[in-house]
């Protein structure tokens, strides 16, 4: 933010140096009073304009003040100069020039010509610069504004997306959780019913064919619910890696680094939408090593608890060879504030990173 300030820096050191160049004049000069009033005015104009935005038209009041006192005082000429720089502030450059032409046109000592004409270019440069930074400042505010807009949205819509990840997944559990439930009662819970109802039956019967019957509609009874358990559990058990489990293939059949894996809590307390997350960072921390490290080992630490999961990778390569500001581990980054965690980088000792996720309560 400092650069921004600079041009109002320089506009109002500009105003304030003009009038220290009036006063100088006025000491050295005939100290009238009429000089004293058009310095008071021109610096009570300019302390206005430090203080506030005024308005263009302004630059009237002073353009007036050194006109009627124009045959009382002989400084006048240099206050103009004031006029000509905020025209030219406010990119009003064609009334800026015409305003110095006319200017010029009055009568001044021949001595002073020169010097007047020098201070009235200076202070058009000077007042052209200071627009052009002023524009430039604009712009860059315009740009910096769109620039946090963007990353708000950002931010907006990957919330949005994890929220409606998580919302996917809680969904898909307990539809997995009615079929199963619906499985178990339509064919488990009625094949052992009956099974029961047989063996209860078989205690009363008094014919013995009925009770081979029965012993016979029980042991097939059973051998339904058997199948039909063995095929409840068989649609239950996942085709391919999930949860901790995937994190262990990651690992093994990551070569050629020699990888140790350690974990301690109840795996079952991480969510879908938390395993893609620690997956993504385990993936992004071992790629990099392999990628832009020389190291030789990877140390592999997950710690669940109650409230929090941590991951954390630690190799034992040179921090020189690193960079922890690419794109991959800035979005993981963003992706763990998301979720209320926290993705930290320590390159003292080799390259560590750990990621801290909280867990939902209640699972």
Request: aromatic residues 10%; glycine residues 6%; proline residues 2%.
């Amino acid at each position: 933010m400092k650069t921004i300030k600079e041009p109002n820096f320089y506009i109002h050191g500009w105003r304030f140096l003009s009038i220290g160049l009036l006063v100088y004049f006025w000491s050295v000069g005939q100290s009238s009073i009429s000089s004293f009033i058009l310095i008071l005015v021109l610096l009570v104009m300019a302390s206005l304009r430090w203080r506030f935005s005024l308005p263009i038209w302004t630059v009237l009041l002073d353009m007036l003040v050194c006109l009627l006192l124009l045959p009382y005082t002989d400084i006048h000429a240099y206050g103009l100069a004031l006029p000509i720089f905020e025209l030219a502030v406010r990119g009003r450059w064609i009334f800026a020039i015409a305003s110095m032409l006319l200017y010029l046109s009055f009568p001044y000592p021949a001595s002073s010509t020169s010097l007047v004409i020098w201070v009235y270019v200076t202070a058009f440069f000077f007042g052209m610069f200071s627009c052009s930074m002023l524009k430039a400042r604009h712009m860059y505010l315009a740009e910096a504004d769109e620039q946090r807009k963007a990353r708000a949205e950002q931010e907006r819509i990957k919330l949005d997306l994890l929220e409606a990840n998580h919302t996917a997944v809680q969904h898909a559990e307990l539809m997995e959780r009615y079929r199963i439930s619906r499985q178990l009662h339509d064919h488990l819970g009625h094949d052992l019913t009956g099974a029961l109802l047989a063996l209860q039956a078989y205690e009363y019967a008094q014919d013995s064919e009925e009770g081979k019957q029965l012993l016979h509609d029980v042991k097939h009874r059973l051998e339904r619910s058997t199948v039909s358990l063995r095929e409840a559990v068989h649609n239950v058990t996942p085709t391919a890696y999930i949860g901790i489990e995937r994190l262990e293939h990651i690992i093994r059949n990551f070569q050629p680094l020699d990888i140790g894996f350690q974990k301690s809590g109840d795996m079952l307390l991480i969510s879908a939408h938390i395993w893609a997350l620690l997956e993504a960072c385990l993936k992004e921390a071992l790629t990099n090593v392999a990628r832009h490290s020389n190291a030789t080992s990877v140390k592999i630490n997950l710690q669940v608890t109650e409230s929090i999961a941590r991951l954390l990778i630690h190799d034992n390569g040179s921090a020189a060879t690193r960079n922890h500001t690419g794109s991959g581990l800035r979005g993981l980054k963003m992706r763990a504030r998301a979720m209320g965690g926290s993705l930290s980088i320590n390159q003292e000792d080799g390259f560590m990173l750990v990621m801290v996720i909280p867990l939902e309560k209640g699972g």
